[in-house]
Every structure is written in structure tokens, then in C-alpha cells.
């Protein structure tokens, strides 16, 4: 459950703004995440959460009253979903602006009502919903106290929810007891959610980003996966995993920085001093080798695959175009291999046994699986990353991430271990066989498609769900998150650089599309304004952040175009928050827009 559940439009009942809001117009550029996530939540056997992010992308998108009419839809077919019901008072009760205003109250109550209903039926996911919901209504309808209760028990619960709602579940407190005067509560609740103010309300999931620190996926814990088996997730951008036996301690994988690395070393000393005496690398990216000064101790045996070296110099030699990743501390990339794989062997220390497998995955060539047998667990690295390779790189294999889920189905362990918490909980072994299914026909749909070099744009705009997908509910959120970036990686390394409608043919620069513009609107900043000020309105934030830039480049000192180009960011932080780690950083680098970590109380482990 990621959705951000943002302050609803109170000023409507209370202010001087009385007429309705006009409902948004339809946007001109396609939204695949808000298309894709409604059709899959349609789907009678959906996840719960699929249905969480559809609803959060049509209020990313300002749609409020169009998911409203889609969930009422949804919710009156298929009443033995209660999530439907709950969401349906959500969006109603978000779409209260645009309702008359002798009549918003009316309205208000029942999307109440149905939240009611909701929790009532299913009151895990119905009170958190119903919770957010009431923590920002006014006095007047007397819901603070249920809030509070409401917010509370979920927090309680935090660990039955498929996702780190710590953000969202403070800040819905802090909102409900500043509803109930309670102002040093109200405060102690937004110094836990790590916000700034009452109105901050983009993000609900524990993500933390700004320029000193990079990104994190969730808070530092140290987490249990079986006996002797621990896993730092949190400390920097990517996990360590550390295997603790009498023999000594084997790390996989070693951070991204000294100081990220020291602190989950740091963590683990609480668990056992027993020395580190082997490092195995899942590959050879950034945030996996980085941090290795701090872990490699007097004596400490590093393994890693064959071709390690040669992945390593592309490291080396890539610029982080992108800063806010991994944050200002040097990233070590001086690493010395003492012993390398080249085909599967098994290894024996202490009491541990393992497996080291060479496999072709999604990200690098030189990925390397570590199989613990008797625990049923697999560590997988990145080889199932979605980006397929970071996207600003030349790298990454649809076939190998194929190959590699192959290779899963054939090991079948019982838990998978990744090497970023969000992989480890939704690309698991009840995803895996929908997934590959899944992404096996996709390759197979659009291959003949590249090899003609169909433009991706075309393809993409197709919105492919496999049918098989419908009888694998686990997999659906998986295959959307990794769908566009395989199709993606797909065209680059089957496709001509032409393609079929001319696209290529003549480059064109981002300035000189923007000169043609400022021609068009005769040399004149005004109609920049008006059209982004409209891509705006209609929710359509990729298309509204390259007119502004584009203006911007004319007419870099017009304030208007400035303040659209940080509400266009703005929306896509919220748009790609639930469903796009990579996109949401670089939007927050752009907008200047740091988040700090959550401050609330975690579990240790599960």
C-alpha cells in the first residue's frame, strides 16, 4: 500500500472559493501507470494493492472524480472486494471540490459512510484507508478520535502491510490531533513522519532522498531471515546480507559508501563479533562494491563472478550523472578480487553450505546467484532489477533476466533475497512463475514488432497486459513495474536507430523544438503560460514539464514558467512515487526537493 492520501480540498466548505472546481479535461499525453494499474485492478482476483496505486495515480493525475466513478463502478460489481468500497469513499471524498457546495456536506457523509462499510469488512487495509481519510476532515464532522484509533491500530500492525507506511500513518496523526487542539502531539507525529509542515503530503512510504545522503528505500534495520541469516536494509541504497556461523560471518554484497557499509557492520556487531571472513559480490555496481573498505577485515576472502573486473571498469569509467542516488560520499570503486567464478561450485564454511551460480541476468553480465540449500533461501543481487541496467547506461539483457527466472524456477527455493528491500518483497516466489510467464509473452508479442522498428513510443502506448497475467495475481504488480523498461531495453538492442514512422532521421534538439515553439507564439512568453498553466489542469505533468523547460530556454527569467516547471515536478514525484524509485529521484534532484528520513520507531527485524 503506497498511495498518497494528500490533504483533502477543505478550504472548499470553509473559504471565500464557493463555486465548484470545474472537473479536469482529459489529458492530451497518455498516463500508462494510472491505465495500467485501473485495468489490472478491475480484474476480480486483483491484490488489494493494485487497486491502492490505481487510486493513488488517478489523484497523482488530479482525476479524483473520475477514479470516484471508476471504483463506485468497480465496488457495486464485485462486492466481495471490500477495498473497492473503501476506495470509493477515498476518492469521493477527494472529489468534494468539485461538488456544489449546498451539497458537499451530503456528500462528504456518504463517502464516509462507505469507508465505514469498508473498515468494517475488512479492517486492515479498510481502517488504514478510512484513518488517512478522517484525519483530514474538519471538526465539524467529529472523526479526529477515529482517526487517532484508526492510525494507531494500523501502526500496530505495520508489518501485516506489503510496503513501509510509516510516513503516511504519522503524518495522518499529526493532522488528526492538530484537528483535536492537540498541538504538541501534532508535532511530536510530524518530527516522526519527517516533515516540514501539516501540508506536506506527496510521498507515504518510507523512501528518504536530498543531495548529502542520496536515496533510501526504507529506514536502517537489521532483518531476520532465518537463523544466522541477517540482512541490512536501509543503511544506503542497496543491502547487505550477512550469513553468521561459529566459522566466522560471509557478507554478500557490500554497500555503496565506507560510512553506509560501517553502520550496517556497525548492526551487525550487535548480533555477533565473530570476524567477516568471506565477501561474495552479487555484481559489480556502485551500491554493491562501494562500501567494501569498511567490510573487507584482516584476512577477508572477496569472491566474485569471472568477468567481475571487466563490469567494474565500466563502473569506473560511467559519470553519476545523477547525484541525489547515492549522495556526496565517495564511492569506492578500488576493489581487489581475491578469488573469482566462473561456473557453479559449491562452497562449504563452517556449518554454512552454498551455491555459487553464474547466471545471465537483467542488470550485468557478471551476476552471481548465492544458493543457501538447507535454508531454501536465494540471494539474486539485481538480477531482476527492473530497469533491466540503469537506464542511463548501455547495459542490461531482457533475455538474461528471462534466462534467470529460468533459473529460479529450476532452483525453486523457498524465499528470494534481492538486493533492495521492495524487490525482496514483491519479487518473490509467488510472483516468479506469473512473472516469467508474463514477460516470456511480452518478449514473444513485440520481438517481431522491434526487429521492423516499430517506434517504442508506439509500442509502449499499447499497454500490453498478457493474458495469462489475470490467473497470476502476485505477479501483476512485478510485470508493471518492469514492463516499459524491458520493452525499453528490448528496442535499444534490436532495433535500428531509425525507426519506421522516420523517428531518428533528423535530430532535433530540445532548443530547437523550442525556438519552433517561441516562433508559433510570436516570440512571446504568454503562450508557454497558458498551455502549461492547461497541461496542468488536466493532470498531464510529463507533457507540462517539457513545455516549461522548453520555455525556459527562451525565456529563463519568466517567474510563472519557473513556478510551473516546480508544480509539474511536483506532480510527477507523486505520480512515480508508488511505482518508479529511479524516476522519483531524479524529479526530486531536479525539483530541488529533499524528504527526510522517517523518525518513527522500527522494528528490528520480522
Excluded at 532489477?385 to 547495459?395: K, T
Excluded at 535499444?492 to 515553439?517: C, F, H, I, K, P
Aim: with cysteine; proline share 7%; hydrophobic share 45%.
Amino acid at each position: 500500500m503506497t498511495a498518497r492520501l494528500a490533504a483533502l480540498p477543505w478550504m472548499f466548505f470553509f473559504g471565500v472559493a464557493c463555486a465548484t472546481d470545474p472537473r479536469p479535461p482529459p489529458t492530451l499525453a497518455q498516463n500508462r501507470e494510472l491505465g495500467s494499474f485501473a485495468q489490472a485492478a478491475a480484474w476480480p482476483n486483483a491484490e488489494p494493492l493494485i487497486a491502492i496505486i490505481a487510486a493513488q495515480e488517478f489523484i497523482a493525475a488530479r482525476h479524483e472524480r473520475d477514479g470516484y466513478e471508476y471504483f463506485q463502478k468497480l465496488a457495486r460489481e464485485q462486492p466481495q472486494r471490500p477495498v473497492l468500497v473503501s476506495l470509493e469513499g477515498l476518492l469521493q471524498a477527494r472529489a468534494a471540490g468539485e461538488i456544489a457546495l449546498l451539497s458537499r456536506v451530503s456528500w462528504v457523509e456518504d463517502a464516509i459512510r462507505k469507508l465505514d462499510r469498508g473498515a468494517e469488512a475488512d479492517p486492515g487495509a479498510g481502517r488504514l484507508l478510512r484513518g488517512l481519510v478522517f484525519a483530514d476532515l474538519p471538526e465539524r464532522f467529529g472523526k479526529a478520535k477515529q482517526a487517532v484509533a484508526d492510525l494507531e491500530a494500523s501502526l500496530d500492525s505495520r508489518e501485516s502491510f506489503p510496503g513501509d507506511l510509516d510516513r503516511a500513518l504519522y503524518r495522518g496523526l499529526a493532522r488528526a490531533f492538530h484537528t483535536q487542539g492537540n498541538e504538541g502531539r501534532s508535532r511530536e507525529m510530524q518530527q516522526r513522519a519527517g516533515i516540514r509542515s501539516l501540508d506536506d503530503g506527496e510521498v507515504a512510504s518510507n523512501f528518504s532522498v536530498g543531495a548529502e545522503e542520496g536515496f533510501r528505500f526504507t529506514n536502517p534495520k537489521l532483518v531476520r531471515e532465518a537463523d544466522g541469516v541477517y540482512v541490512a536494509e536501509g543503511f544506503d541504497f542497496a543491502n547487505i546480507a550477512f550469513l553468521v556461523d561459529a566459522a566466522g560471518v560471509v557478507a554478500i554484497d557490500a554497500g555503496t559508501t565506507a560510512e553506509t557499509a560501517g553502520a550496517a557492520k556497525k548492526a551487525l556487531r550487535q548480533i555477533t563479533d565473530a570476524p567477516i571472513r568471506l565477501v561474495i559480490l552479487t555484481h559489480s555496481h556502485w551500491d554493491h562494491v562501494g562500501g567494501l573498505a569498511a567490510i573487507r577485515e584482516p584476512g577477508t576472502v572477496v569472491i566474485a563472478r569471472a568477468d567481475f573486473a571487466g563490469e567494474l571498469r565500466r563502473m569506473r569509467s560511467s559519470q553519476r550523472t545523477f547525484s541525489w542516488f547515492f549522495g556526496k560520499r565517495p564511492v569506492g570503486l578500488d576493489v581487489r578480487v581475491d578469488r573469482t567464478v566462473s561456473s557453479k561450485e559449491s562452497l562449504r564454511f563452517g556449518k554454512l553450505e552454498l551455491q555459487l551460480i553464474p547466471v545471465s541476468g537483467g542488470e550485468t553480465d557478471d551476476a552471481l546467484f548465492i544458493h543457501l540449500p538447507r535454508q531454501g533461501l536465494l540471494f539474486v543481487g539485481d538480477a531482476f532489477m527492473p530497469y533491466l541496467g540503469p537506464p542511463f547506461l548501455s547495459e542490461g539483457s531482457p533475455d538474461g533476466y528471462l534466462e534467470a527466472l529460468a533459473q529460479v524456477r529450476a532452483l525453486a527455493p523457498r524465499r528470494l533475497i534481492h538486493g533492495h528491500p521492495p524487490l525482496t518483497r514483491y519479487f518473490n516466489m509467488d510472483a516468479a512463475p506469473g512473472l516469467e510467464m508474463a514477460l516470456r509473452g511480452l518478449h514473444d508479442r513485440y520481438l517481431p514488432d522491434v526487429l521492423r522498428s516499430r517506434p517504442i513510443a508506439d509500442i509502449l502506448h499499447d499497454e500490453y497486459l498478457p493474458p495469462s497475467l489475470r490467473e497470476a495475481p502476485k505477479a501483476v504488480l512485478p510485470y508493471l513495474l518492469v514492463r516499459d523498461h524491458f520493452l525499453q531495453r528490448l528496442h535499444l538492442q534490436n532495433a535500428g536507430y531509425w525507426q519506421a514512422d522516420g523517428e531518428g532521421m533528423e535530430v532535433l534538439t530540445r532548443s530547437e523544438w523550442a525556438a519552433l515553439l517561441d516562433e508559433m507564439g510570436q516570440r512571446s512568453e504568454a503562450p508557454f503560460v497558458r498551455l502549461v498553466e492547461d497541461l496542468l489542469a488536466r493532470g498531464d505533468g510529463p507533457l507540462a514539464l517539457n513545455v516549461t523547460e522548453m520555455g525556459l530556454l527562451r525565456h529563463p527569467a519568466n517567474e510563472k514558467l519557473q513556478r510551473a516547471r516546480a508544480k509539474a515536478l511536483s506532480m510527477l514525484i507523486e505520480r512515480y512515487g508508488p511505482v518508479d524509485p529511479f524516476r522519483f529521484i531524479i524529479y526530486s534532484q531536479w525539483a530541488n526537493a529533499p524528504l527526510r528520513p522517517v523518525a518513527g520507531p522500527t522494528a528490528e527485524g520480522r
